[in-house]
């Protein structure tokens, strides 16, 4: 079968890995892609937004199956137009990847139907914001409503910090549209974790789980990112964890959005913060994380294809979704100066190091070809060193003894990704 993958980062290269390994593929299209996609995918210049392009050369190649790994499409309805030509898709529709496409959706869904969450308010005014700020407990959280590449959120210890955070976001749209309303939330304090899971819109089979390090800098400082690495599985998700969420928080999900009329089959993304009062839901995206896959796809024993075709056809209790006993870490490389400003078009040596080796993985984020042909920097994000191990630790030292096999100019990550690891 012939498949499409739509989006450009180290997500898609990992996407694109895993279906590579399926028996059932014979060849793999991605829109747009990127240098290390390029390997083993065949990249096409079209970009995620450009649906009617997307679909067009999907049914112009006969594409079996199409995945789409970025949000803006999933949120803006590419999964739509992708049936609408009776082609074969997976991600949630429209209608359903607004889960992640407004928090204040998100929310209100967890408030009528009793899924743990921090207490909210929603403003669609900033004056209003601005109001309710004066008689509220700090710290407190700041969050755009729409899509707003994973840095939308800002967490205000001061009321000072608080209403220039409200201007920020609703008045000078520093994060665009995305902020024409705005939830505030209490702070949750507590380990946060990720997991991952695949709906086929009744049913919901969980991956294993992940911690994503989001602050650009060692020990959580400075701005947030996009994320700057990620280790799976948690230490701190123990099975009493498991068992509360799949209780309240999963299945409860799945059945809300069936309520809803906006039944959910792809992948959400439970982001969680475990407080001293149980686990609460923190953020849902509707698609894998970036860096998340990179560290749970490698560990998933289950050919991806298979998965990703039975939520499709509504038969995913029919799969026994399994993953290795193994850890995993993956440790961002970024340009210099990322998140905010940063050069790029700079050649990256040494990626022919993860060549032959088992268990390590080089997953492209932002790279691109240069008029040599070279492998260059195109992006804030540049790579993805991940590494698996028999347990984290071990991971862990793999994944930074494999960051130091390539080297480009102006290249920087954080020495702390995973370091909770040594504290649990």
């Known amino acids: 079968m012939k498949v499409l993958i739509v989006g450009s ?4 290269h990992a996407i694109a890995a895993s279906v590579a390994k399926s028996p059932k593929v ?19 210049p079209i970009g995620a937004m450009e649906f009617d392009k997307i679909t067009a050369f999907a049914k112009e190649n006969a594409i079996d199956l199409t995945i789409v790994g970025m949000d803006d499409p ?43 969450t921090a207490a909210y308010e929603n403003f669609d005014n900033p004056e209003e914001a601005l109001k309710y700020l004066e008689t509220a407990k700090f710290p407190i959280v700041l969050k755009a409503d729409g899509l707003a590449l994973g840095k939308g959120v800002l967490i205000c210890n001061t009321l000072e910090e608080a209403q220039e955070g409200v201007r920020s976001i609703m008045t000078d749209k520093k994060f665009g549209t995305a902020g024409n309303r705005m939830v505030i939330e209490e702070f949750m304090t507590g380990r946060e974790v990720s997991v991952l899971s695949f709906v086929d819109g009744k049913t919901i089979q969980t991956m294993t789980s992940a911690q994503d ?16 690495g990620t280790f799976s599985p948690s230490p701190f998700y123990t099975k009493e964890v498991d068992e509360f969420c799949q209780k309240y928080i999963y299945q409860a999900t799945v059945d809300a959005m069936a309520a809803e009329g906006r039944p959910f089959k792809g992948i959400i993304f439970f982001g969680l913060m475990l407080t001293e009062d149980g686990p609460k839901v923190l953020e849902y995206n509707a698609r894998f994380g970036d860096p998340e896959a990179q560290v749970v796809l490698p560990r998933m024993k289950n050919d991806l ?13 029919q799969i026994d979704l399994q993953f290795e006993d193994n850890a995993a870490v993956c440790v961002v490389l970024a340009s210099e100066g990322y998140p905010v400003s940063y050069q790029k078009g700079f050649p990256i040596k040494g990626l022919d190091s993860f060549d032959g080796k088992e268990g390590y993985y080089c997953f ?6 240069n008029e040599k042909g070279e492998i260059v920097t195109n992006g804030g994000r540049v790579l993805g060193i991940t590494a698996k191990g028999a347990t984290l630790k071990e991971a862990r030292a793999n994944a930074y003894k494999a960051t130091e096999w390539v080297s480009f100019e102006n290249k920087y990550m954080r020495h702390d990704i995973g370091k909770a690891i040594d504290e649990a």
């Not at 980062?9 to 898609?12: F, H, K, Q, S, T």
């Not at 991605?30 to 065949?42: D, K, L, T, V």
């Not at 294809?305 to 209790?317: H, N, P």
């Not at 492209?364 to 070809?369: E, R, Y």
């Open 305 to 317: 294809v298979e998965v990703v075709e039975a939520c499709i056809d509504g038969r995913l209790d």
């Open 74 to 116: 999933l949120v803006g309805g590419l999964i739509d137009c992708l049936e609408a030509e009776d082609l074969r898709a997976f991600g949630p529709r429209k209608n359903a990847a607004i889960l992640e496409g407004s928090k204040a959706f998100s929310k209100d869904l967890m408030k009528k139907y009793g899924i743990p």
């Open 213 to 228: 390090h989001k602050r650009a800098q060692d020990g959580d400082q400075g701005l947030n990112t996009g994320g700057m």
């Open 26 to 44: 014979t060849k793999i299209y991605c829109a747009p892609g990127n240098a290390g996609i390029g390997q083993i995918a065949e990249c096409v």
């Open 364 to 369: 492209h984020a932002g790279t691109a070809l």
């Open 9 to 12: 980062g180290g997500r898609e």
